[in-house]
T-cell receptor, first 114, second 111 residues
């Protein structure tokens, strides 16, 4: 069964550094998403991406964040200058079309900013 | 945010049916109900969704009341691996690509 994959599983970085989190969505899906979950808190929507552009984003997704689909398979989330409060699990998801819009999530990347 | 109300936690004996309720009294006619679960900080896992009719798949059944103000997710034979946080989500049409995860129900399946 096809699934969303994410790399790395755990990323440790120093405050102020740039990080890129990578995702390979399910191959025939057209919509791509990033969510995050701070430890002990709810899963929060960050951004959705369709047809090579951002379709929606939350207030969390500020200028420090960017997304890209650099080729036909990868979908990346870049945090330009990490802060301590960016420490969280980051989940990539993908979904198809057809009206029901269910999303399929990857296993997540744990980002630790020190 | 679309409003759903779920119990904070529930217990279920292994092998028995787990019935997880969700209230969504302000749901509109074209809003779908989705269920996801999250096992110990793993990525949320899609379970099932529905609009008006009851739905069943290999994982679970979804029972939606006739007035659509509540629903129940049924895991017919719960196993220890079903221990997770279960989220009931109403997808708002104007936010079709955003899922708002609440606090969910922590289901504890006990031997």
């Amino acid at each position: 069964e096809p699934e969303v994959t994410q790399t790395p599983s755990h990323q440790v970085t120093q405050m102020g550094q740039e990080v890129i989190l990578r995702c390979v969505p399910i191959s025939n899906h057209l919509y791509f998403y990033w969510y995050r979950q701070i430890l002990g808190q709810k899963v929060e929507f960050l951004v959705s991406f369709y047809n090579n552009e951002i379709s929606e984003k939350s207030e969390i997704f500020d200028d420090q964040f960017s997304v890209e689909r650099p080729d036909g398979s990868n979908f990346t989330l870049k945090i330009r200058s990490t802060k301590l409060e960016d420490s969280a699990m980051y989940f990539c998801a993908s979904g198809g079309t057809g009206g029901s819009y269910e999303q399929y999530f990857g296993p997540g990347t744990r980002l630790t900013v020190t | 945010d679309a409003k759903t109300t779920q119990p904070t936690s529930m217990d279920c004996a292994e092998g028995r049916a787990a019935n997880l309720p969700c209230n969504h009294s302000t749901i509109s006619g074209n809003e779908y109900v989705y269920w996801y679960r999250q096992i110990h900080s793993q990525g949320p896992q899609y379970i099932i969704h529905g609009l008006k009719n009851n739905e069943t798949n290999e994982m679970a059944s979804l029972i939606i009341t006739e007035d659509r103000k509540s629903s129940t997710l049924i895991l017919p034979h719960a196993t220890l691996r079903d221990t997770a946080v279960y989220y009931c989500i109403v997808r708002v049409p104007q936010d079709v690509h955003k899922f708002y995860f609440g606090s969910g129900t922590k289901l504890n399946v006990k031997p």
